[in-house]
């Protein structure tokens, strides 16, 4: 099955810097990777997803990145705001198969004022 | 999006008891899906539930510690049977329109298992 790995497990930074979380997926037929936000004592909210037919996808402050042939995926948060201080999961799916998520063990993102 | 709910939001039992978790859908829905979150941790799959068939089950759970029942396409249920303090967990619920295979979480069940 699908092996999600994810790094760094914590991460801190100063507000205003960027922030890089990198995942890898084991299973090449994956091709669907979202990320989600999880707040503290709130459920995961899909903040951004990309497919594997696309390099790159961003949105507004926040852009992911994917490496079919190195299979790996990374979020970037740049102009970082302490309302991004949050656990993040990258997760990964392989589509029209069984739909079922692997996610990756979560970054807890700290943004320092 | 999917705008997902589940009742209860919170509850302390006892052990040895059973406890069902409902997740409602405001709109039709291929797939619903079942995680357990401990505490500081990642998601955890515990199964798939399609309307009309038997939900699928990952490995290390089973469907008489965790039957499910998925009888539309905006309703399914997750009942934690035979609670034991390990079973103290957050447990979400998702669903996706299929289309898109986005999937959106409910807003969890916290469940403390004395």
């Known amino acids: 099955g699908e092996n999600v790995e994810q790094h760094p497990s914590t991460l801190s930074v100063q507000e205003g810097d960027s922030a890089v979380i990198k995942c890898t997926y084991s299973d090449s037929a994956s091709n669907y990777f979202p990320w989600y936000k999880q707040e503290l004592g709130k459920r995961p909210q899909l903040i951004i997803d990309i497919r594997s037919n696309v390099g790159e996808k961003k949105d507004q402050r926040i852009a992911v990145t994917l490496n079919k042939t190195a299979k790996h995926f990374s979020l970037h948060i740049t102009e970082t705001q302490p309302e991004d201080s949050a656990v993040y999961f990258c997760a990964a799916m392989q589509t029209g198969s069984n739909y079922k998520l692997t996610f990756g063990k979560g970054t807890l993102l700290t943004v320092n004022p | 999006s999917a705008v997902i709910s589940q009742k209860p939001s919170r509850d302390i039992c006892q052990r040895g008891t059973s406890l069902t978790i409902q997740c409602q859908v405001d709109?039709?829905?291929?797939?619903m899906f079942w995680y357990r979150q401990q505490p500081g941790q990642s998601l955890t799959l515990i199964a798939t539930?399609?309307?009309?068939?038997?939900?699928?089950?990952e490995s290390g759970f089973v469907i008489d510690k965790f039957p499910i029942s998925r009888p539309n396409l905006t309703f399914s249920t997750l009942t934690v049977s035979n609670m034991s303090p390990e079973d103290s967990s957050i447990y979400l619920c998702s669903a996706e329109r299929g289309a898109q295979e986005t999937q959106y979480f409910g807003p969890g069940t916290r469940l403390l298992v004395l």
């Open positions: 539930a399609n309307q009309g068939s038997e939900a699928t089950y």
């Open positions: 709109s039709q829905v291929t797939m």
